[in-house]
């Protein structure tokens, strides 16, 4: 059956060179992964990663970057903390609100504003990481005396981080799919190989079997969770009666937004004290060390547990009321002619939008929340460092972009079906 379905989607022409397209540039994606920055002592990178547990982590959190110091070691960080940037400054710039409402021309203005924004946000972070790397490492990786080593290493990274994006880019153009969430989930799936490795090698091979049904058992959480929505019926009046349709909400309205923003927010004080933990004096460095105790990712404490689930748990709701304009959307279907069985157009169906979307989003942000802590809470009470062979934010971002590309998959066979009968 499924290679039934295999053969008659590369049998259409324009899809197969798509797909073939979109292959091809992960490729591409995954050559780059392995070519070290220039200036950087790659010898013996791999052994230290394995005992040092932070910087195994960083690795495992990278994808495996790391051993190579890797040009693309950013990935598309910079790019995303850039849009979520620019998300934010709609309800602040009303240059940029109009812009969303210009359709497909403020939509380009928009994306050109991100890319000139992730610009210096690679460069300034591209900084943080070799210094933050070079520390964890104990000063093996790169000279950090030497500026003009760290600037040429800041520049080839950045660059590449940059030509990483416009990748991105030309696959959403040529490829299928968005090309920037198929990069993300390729680099999410990049280490899930040395994990499965890590595992036989151990000879765990019990932990692997739980681990294989409760990673299976949470995917299929998320693509109920992914696909639910709240169908709010609207009634259109037409010169030849009443026409009926609905207005979804999902439950998950802010993807994995609340996750980063929680993530960037709870692991700050730990990076700062990574850092700064071998300068200062024998005081600052006691505070240094409780932060890095305390607020690592690593064998993180239950007070990091609980303060990174009420973080996202506050993001979800914050970015919700942010991107999700109520008004406009009250407005766009006074304006067509509709409304909600009782309630009034206007006010009230604005009002009643932003209580059907805060109950939503109260369920979104709880599973949200408990799908980024599953993890430390699992270590913690086992007792041990237990990690999933994909995260839990990893397979919110898997599930959500091959569910997209299923969709664009079936639309592109469909309007080749119409085509061929036209």
Same mark, same amino acid.
């Given at each position: 059956?499924?290679?039934k ?17 979109t292959?091809a ?20 990178l ?7 547990q ?7 959190l ?5 051993e ?26 009303? +240059?940029?609100?109009?812009m ?41 990786i ?6 003009s ?101 999902r ?60 973080l ?42 932003? +209580? ?11 599973f ?18 237990v ?13 959500s ?22």
């Amino acid at each position: 059956m499924i290679l039934k379905h295999m053969k008659s989607i590369f049998a259409v022409k324009d899809l197969r060179k798509k797909i073939i397209f979109t292959l091809a540039t992960v490729l591409v994606f995954k050559f780059l992964s392995v070519i070290p920055v220039p200036g950087v002592n790659t010898d013996g990178l791999a052994a230290i990663i394995k005992q040092q547990q932070g910087l195994a982590f960083f690795s495992a959190l990278m994808g495996g970057w790391i051993e190579h110091f890797s040009v693309i070691l950013m990935g598309l960080s910079p790019y995303i903390n850039a849009l979520i940037i620019v998300q934010l400054l709609w309800v602040i710039v009303p +240059k940029i609100e109009a812009m969303q409402k210009e359709g497909e021309q403020g939509q380009k203005k928009i994306n050109k504003i991100t890319r000139w924004l992730a610009l210096p946000l690679a460069f300034v972070q591209s900084y943080g990481m070799i210094l933050l790397l070079n520390n964890l490492a104990g000063g093996s990786i790169i000279n950090t005396t030497d500026r003009s080593v760290v600037f040429t290493a800041m520049l080839v990274i950045t660059t590449w981080t940059m030509f990483l994006m416009w990748l991105g880019e030309i696959m959403t153009e040529y490829g299928i799919g968005n090309g920037i969430s198929v990069i993300i989930t390729a680099w999410v799936l990049a280490w899930v190989p040395g994990m499965i490795i890590n595992y036989f090698s151990t000879g765990a091979y019990s932990l692997f079997a739980w681990l294989l049904v409760l990673t299976l058992i949470i995917i299929y959480i998320i693509i109920r969770f992914t696909e639910w929505n709240r169908r709010i019926p609207i009634i259109y009046t037409r010169t030849w009666g009443e026409e009926k349709s609905y207005f979804p909400i999902r439950i998950n309205q802010a993807w994995m937004v609340p996750i980063i923003f929680a993530v960037s927010l709870v692991t700050f004080p730990s990076i700062i004290g990574q850092i700064l933990s071998t300068s200062g004096s024998y005081a600052a460095r006691d505070v240094w060390d409780f932060l890095v105790k305390y607020f690592g990712m690593n064998n993180p404490s239950w007070a990091f547990i609980a303060v990174y689930f009420i973080l996202v748990i506050l993001f979800s709701f914050f970015y919700v009321s942010i991107t999700f304009n109520t008004d406009q959307v009250a407005e766009s279907i006074q304006k067509r002619g509709g409304y909600i069985p009782g309630i009034r157009p206007g006010v009230e169906t604005s009002e009643y939008f932003s +209580k059907v979307s805060a109950r939503l989003n109260l369920f979104g942000g709880w599973f949200l929340a408990i799908i980024a802590v599953l993890p430390y809470v699992m270590s913690k009470l086992m007792g041990q460092s237990v990690n999933l062979l994909i995260s839990g934010a990893g397979l919110i971002i898997i599930v959500s972009v091959i569910l997209d590309l299923i969709r664009k998959v079936d639309t592109e066979m469909k309007m080749y079906d119409y085509d061929k009968f036209r």
